[in-house]
């Protein structure tokens, strides 16, 4: 049996390049998020951070990127989320305190409604 090891056929770590990187067509950009992994330490949550402060900093999200729209039908509240969870998170909760129907909606679904109980 031989000690020998081919250094042809070892991968090292620091020689792939597995950065997930973010597109803007209206910003005419892309993005790796090198940043929000090491200096923010966001880990899972990058490509939703690069996301929030995208629209925070533009005013629009980044390509491929439709928020859950939750909307209050008696007044002026409403928010915008990521995960559809968050989104029925909040409108059940303002639909329970202020007895007020809520719509959520999403691009890629069909409009809900929550309804307070």
Partial sequence: MSD????????????IDDTP?????????EWDLSYELDDLEVGNQSFE????DHMRHTGHFPDGISPWIVSCRHCPEGEEFLAASAAQRWAKTHARHTRHSIEVAHADEETTVVSPE
Avoid: G
């Fill in 21 to 29: 990187s973010v597109t803007c067509s209206r910003c005419d950009r």
């Fill in 49 to 52: 951070q690069f996301a929030l």
């Fill in 4 to 15: 020998r090891t081919d250094d042809i056929d070892q991968t090292h770590s620091h020689d």
